[in-house]
């Protein structure tokens, strides 16, 4: 039994003895249905056994503001007006995340050079507001109207990215896909937010190796 528990605690002391607290930004492009945007995003990975690490991630899309005109229909027979109005529409997306990654390729002081692949699980915030512009009510009516709402949905993160030297730490190009759930727990939900693909670049810095 002694000998089982001084083989438990060498194992749990080497774990450790390798393990790295890493800080990161993040930036790039985001594509998806009806979000095209640059984004900006912030992480913090733990590193074990030298070629895995788990982090958490959150990032936003910039926000956006798109304005287009709105026909207006007269409330008597619903024929289309003359007049028009302006819709304004308002939103961004955050995105927190916690995420896994394997690494392949050359190690530098517990950090790896080369390719890595990862999987994640988001949960993304979709906030809009919608703005109608004034116009006559008492004459007029459209079939927009003024909103505000947040929409939440799950995804399932796909990554695959290189990583190299640089200064103190990794400076790497990541590529992603963002899939959304349709099912959690064996539940079937419906698919609020469309698919998205990212391409960025990343640095992790002020690797830090406990001495234990």
């Given at each position: 039994?002694?000998?089982?528990?001084?083989?438990?605690?060498?194992?749990?002391?080497?774990?450790?003895?390798?393990?790295?607290?890493?800080?990161?930004?993040?930036?790039?492009?985001?594509?998806g249905?009806?979000?095209?945007?640059?984004y900006?995003?912030?992480?913090?990975?733990?590193?074990?056994?030298?070629?895995?690490?788990?982090?958490?991630?959150?990032?936003?899309?910039?926000?956006?503001?798109?304005?287009?005109?709105?026909?207006?229909?007269?409330?008597?027979?619903?024929?289309?007006?003359?007049?028009?109005?302006?819709?304004?529409?308002?939103?961004?997306t955050?995105?927190?995340?916690?995420?896994?990654?394997?690494?392949?390729?050359?190690?530098?002081?517990?950090?790896?050079?080369?390719?890595?692949?990862?999987?994640?699980?988001?949960?993304?915030?979709?906030?809009?507001?919608?703005?109608?512009?004034?116009?006559?009510?008492?004459?007029?009516?459209?079939?927009?109207?003024?909103?505000?709402?947040?929409?939440?949905?799950?995804?399932?993160?796909?990554?695959?990215?290189?990583e190299?030297?640089?200064?103190?730490?990794?400076?790497?190009?990541?590529?992603?896909?963002?899939?959304?759930?349709?099912?959690?727990?064996?539940?079937?939900?419906?698919?609020?937010?469309?698919?998205?693909?990212?391409?960025?670049?990343?640095?992790?810095?002020?690797?830090?190796?406990?001495?234990?």
């Open positions: 039994m002694k000998k089982f528990l001084i083989t438990i605690l060498c194992l749990v002391g080497c774990t450790v003895a390798q393990a790295q607290f890493m800080g990161g930004l993040n930036a790039g492009y985001a594509h249905s009806y979000y095209k945007k640059p900006f995003g912030a992480a913090v990975e733990f590193g074990f056994l030298r070629t895995i690490r788990v982090g958490i991630n959150a990032d936003v899309l910039m926000p956006s503001t798109e304005r287009t005109e709105t026909q207006l229909f007269y409330k008597e027979d619903m024929m289309p007006a003359e007049e028009t109005t302006t819709t304004t529409l308002k939103y961004f955050f995105s927190p995340e916690l995420y896994v990654k394997r690494y392949f390729g050359k190690e530098r002081e517990y950090a790896y050079n080369g390719f890595y692949i990862g999987m994640g699980f988001s949960y993304k915030m979709f906030k809009y507001n919608q703005t109608v512009g004034d116009y006559n009510t008492g004459i007029y009516q459209t079939t927009f109207q003024n909103a505000e709402e947040t929409i939440k949905h799950p995804f399932i993160g796909l990554m695959l990215g290189y190299f030297a640089a200064g103190p730490g990794n400076l790497g190009v990541e590529l992603k896909a963002d899939l959304p759930a349709n099912e959690v727990n064996g539940y079937a939900i419906e698919v609020k937010l469309p698919a998205m693909i990212k391409l960025g670049v990343t640095y992790r810095f002020g690797n830090f190796v406990p001495k234990w």
